[in-house]
């Protein structure tokens, strides 16, 4: 069978070949970025938690350069993908990581919570499911402004099987709201495996219980994220609704920093690493392994920078403390 | 001046925040066709209609997601929890979402919504649906709490919750809603954050909230017969809470009583006794602070025992007798 060029593939040629190599080096970017957390951990450079997406950077890749400028995100606790990808300029991303007053929070979010309210990302999300009912609110009103936007809500496996899911999906499909809910399906809600945990095949599959198109998609695969995002975003901007699409995915690391991963196996582990999305992304550009090490060069040159853009930064300044929580 | 009942003052506010901005919505369970389980909504579908007035299925969570959502992109929402105790349903939304994302996202982002809630014993309705909650959210920063006490102090108090550009709780309470008094007909604004003395006297300042002030004020009419004179204050909004005339009321009569119809331990009461002594009206108090407020039980049932639940005129009175006489 034919190749069918990149540029094709990604969406009738409107991603040209720079734009593709662009989304790989924010992947990338993704990567080493939350490979330089885990490491600053380790160093003790850093204190809190977070959470790492290494694995999942195809859903991220696919899904916001998927949607136009002024749409909405709602992200979760896993979203530095999420949050690159949506614009996200790295020095105040990892200005935010270390705590300074440059970050986009001005320290007071770090990386779970991290939002830049300027280009309606709406935030990371510390609570599973949290961002589902305010995805109605924003979907509800963009209907009532009538502005023709859409709101991307991601969450993961575990997040669907919290009340808040059902409320929220119910609401949307009842109001036609134009909501893409997408579900970082990466086999693990903390230790709690997906066939521990659900009784169906698919979490799409929920979607038929609320009247709404539902569909299940490798979340690996740049394209395939893209393509379905592109088309729920199309469908509820013609006022047809929402749609949950689940991407299958898994993460490498453990669930934060204090993970044992004493729920899974090594060989697990491995199986999935053949799956990379880094690496299936890259060979469909035809980009090869020395290219792709200077990609990676290039990206940890960036993240130095950003880390000494932070370290430079200011802390907040203590007689602050109170602002930010009253408007 | 024209009557209006609690329920038709809040109504009204609703309506004329409506009529002035667009942006103002309405959104909660049986608000539409049925006018809302107490009625505070009647008419107003047919005058905004289903898009402005929106009914939703039961899911409390979603109807404060709802506020939380739209407020945030630019919509001011008007959200009602059916009966206050609802609220633990849609706990998550308000404390964890609404209260703390404009903190959390380095004080960007606004949230001007409100939450409406009907609370209160005194109906029949038993334990799940008679609580009085709104210390809750006292505890909680990043949200302000109201519960007024008058028709008059209903409109003036919704109208500038829903101008507010913070999410407030906005605790109703069911008896209230068919009192009546003055309200004037403009769209008037009664500023957060400013208690009223509603009644001034010299022997002892009662510090009431909700239906407790109307209490407190039937309690001062018979205990003027015995000579006894009460200042009633009413702080209005708890949170922030305007405590200057409180210590200045209590350093006039050197006594405080305070009565709420929430359960006591953990009560809005002990915050209030705690303002007054963490101020200079401590000097002055010549008997120690009371408070009156809910037994440390679920609301029971049975109509005998339901009354003897909560604060009554007569246990206000009581309470007032003792502590003037020196008798705790």
Same mark, same amino acid.
């Given at each position: 069978m034919a190749k069918v060029k990149i540029e094709e593939q @990604?969406? !009738?040629? *409107?991603?040209g070949r720079k734009k593709a190599e662009d989304l790989l080096y924010k992947m990338v970017l993704t990567r080493t970025f939350e490979e330089n957390a885990l490491d600053m951990f380790a160093r003790g450079k850093v204190h809190g938690t977070m959470h790492v997406s290494i694995g999942q950077e195809g859903i991220a890749a696919g899904a916001?350069? &998927?949607?136009? *400028? !002024?749409d909405y995100l709602l992200n979760t606790h896993r979203g530095h993908g999420h949050f690159l990808l949506w614009g996200g300029d790295l020095n105040r991303m990892m200005a935010e990581f270390l705590g300074k007053e440059t970050g986009y929070c001005h320290g007071r979010g770090g990386s779970m919570h991290i939002a830049d309210v300027d280009s309606n990302n709406l935030g990371a999300q !510390?609570?599973? &499911?949290?961002n589902l009912p305010i995805s109605v609110g924003v979907g509800l009103s963009i209907k009532m402004r009538k502005t023709n936007q859409v709101v991307l809500t991601l969450f993961g496996d575990g997040a669907a099987n919290e009340g808040a899911f059902h409320e929220s999906l119910n609401m949307a499909s009842i109001w036609n709201l134009p909501i893409i809910y997408l579900?970082?399906?990466?086999?693990?809600?903390m230790s709690m495996a997906f066939e521990r945990a659900f =009784? $169906?095949?698919? $979490?799409?599959?929920? &979607?038929s219980s609320y009247g709404m198109k539902g569909l299940t998609v490798d979340g690996n695969d740049v394209i395939a994220v893209h393509k379905a995002v592109r088309e729920a975003a199309e469908r509820a901007r013609k006022g047809n609704g929402p749609t949950l699409i689940e991407a299958i995915t898994y993460r490498y690391? !453990?669930?934060?920093?204090?993970? =044992?991963? @004493?729920?899974?196996?090594r060989e697990e582990v491995k199986k999935w690493m053949k799956k990379d999305p880094i690496k299936r992304f890259a060979k469909l550009l035809d980009v090869d392994e020395k290219m792709l090490k200077k990609i990676e060069e290039k990206a940890m040159e960036d993240i130095q920078k950003a880390v000494a853009f932070s370290e430079e930064s200011p802390e907040p300044k203590i007689s602050s403390i109170m602002e930010g929580i009253y408007a | 001046m024209r009557e209006l009942s609690y329920m038709e003052a809040l109504r009204e506010a609703i309506q004329q925040a409506m009529e002035k901005d667009e942006r103002v919505f309405l959104i909660g369970e049986d608000i539409g066709i049925y006018g809302g389980a107490f009625g505070v909504s009647a008419g107003l579908l047919e005058k905004f209609g289903p898009d402005r007035i929106i009914d939703t299925p039961i899911s409390e969570a979603g109807i404060a997601g709802a506020c939380v959502g739209s407020a945030v992109t630019g919509m001011r929402p008007i959200g009602e929890i #059916?009966?206050?105790?609802?609220v633990v349903l849609a706990m998550e939304q308000l404390v964890m979402q609404g209260a703390k994302m404009r903190f959390m996202f380095g004080g960007k982002a606004e949230l001007p919504f409100v939450i409406r809630l009907a609370g209160g014993s005194g109906?029949?309705?038993?334990? #799940?649906?008679? #609580?009085? /909650?709104e210390n809750w959210f006292v505890h909680v920063p990043g949200l302000k709490v109201v519960m007024p006490s008058s028709p008059y102090d209903a409109k003036g108090l919704l109208l500038s919750a829903i101008e507010e550009n913070n999410p407030v709780m906005f605790f109703e309470h069911k008896l209230l809603y068919k009192t009546k008094g003055d309200v004037p007909e403009d769209m008037y604004t009664i500023p957060l954050g400013k208690s009223k003395v509603v009644r001034e006297g010299k022997d002892l300042s009662v510090i009431a909230t909700s239906i407790m002030v109307s209490r407190s004020i039937e309690a001062a009419e018979i205990l003027l017969k015995e000579g006894i004179e009460l200042e009633v204050i009413d702080p209005?909004? /708890?949170?922030? /809470?305007?405590e200057e005339p409180i210590t200045a009321s209590v350093k006039k009569t050197g006594k405080a009583l305070i009565v709420h119809e929430?359960?006591?331990?953990?009560?809005?009461g002990g915050e209030i006794s705690a303002v007054i002594m963490e101020s200079d009206a401590f000097g002055y108090l010549d008997a120690p602070i009371r408070r009156l407020a809910g037994l440390d039980m679920p609301i029971p049932y049975n109509r005998t025992l339901e009354h003897h639940a909560v604060p009554q005129v007569e246990d206000i009175v009581e309470e007032a007798r003792k502590l003037i006489k020196g008798v705790y």
């Open positions: @990604l969406i !009738g040629g *409107e991603f916001g350069p &998927a949607l136009n *400028e !002024g !510390g609570i599973v &499911a949290g579900c970082e399906n990466n086999q693990y809600a =009784r $169906i095949e698919q $979490i799409s599959d929920r &979607a690391k !453990g669930h934060s920093k204090s993970d =044992r991963q @004493l729920y899974r196996t | #059916q009966f206050s105790d609802f109906t029949g309705a038993a334990a #799940q649906h008679s #609580q009085s /909650l209005r909004t /708890l949170k922030p /809470l305007d929430a359960v006591k331990t953990g009560g809005f």
